[in-house]
């Protein structure tokens, strides 16, 4: 490699890792919490998703046709160990209706031989992009969402 070719990486790494540090700036100082495109207006004091929660939440929604949902959420604890018998519910929202035809509380059952995974199933109403929300009730506070595209048939 000659000199110039090392001078040329050179300043382009140098100018890589400026622009990565300047973006990390720009992110960490950024006073404005960046607000989803789904807007979540009716729940505004409510944290983002997982984040300074006391329980650790992993929502997964599936069609599994004819308009029936199913909900799998595995819950945790902070230090990521499984939250046996806790209280567990799940909401669902067409996100193009908002409250028109809300499902829930539905509660969450314990899955059978796995720790600290609770499933539901919900019937909604109608074809739509759906909100589906988990609120652990006890013994801790927690609340997740995941977005469903419930096609028709
Ligand atoms: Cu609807």
């Given at each position: 490699m000659t000199f110039r070719h090392g001078f040329l990486y050179g300043t382009a790494a140098g100018l890589t890792a400026a622009l990565v540090i300047a973006l990390i700036a720009f992110f960490v100082t950024d006073p404005v919490p960046a607000v989803s495109a789904?807007?979540?207006?009716?729940?505004?004091?409510a944290p983002s998703?997982?984040?300074?929660?006391?329980v650790g939440i992993d929502v997964k929604a599936r069609h599994r046709g004819s308009l029936k949902v199913e909900v799998t959420a595995r819950v945790s604890t902070k230090t990521y160990d499984p939250l046996s018998r806790a209280g567990v519910v799940m909401y669902a929202d067409m996100v193009a209706m908002p409250m028109a035809h809300r499902l829930g509380p539905i509660p969450m059952k314990e899955v059978a031989g796995k720790p600290g995974q609770y499933a539901a199933e919900a019937q909604v109403p109608m074809a739509g992009e759906y909100d589906i929300q988990i609120s652990v009730q006890r013994p801790l506070p927690g609340e997740a969402h995941t977005r469903l595209d419930v096609g028709a048939g």
């Open positions: 789904g807007g979540q207006t009716r729940s505004p004091a998703a997982g984040a300074g929660l006391p």
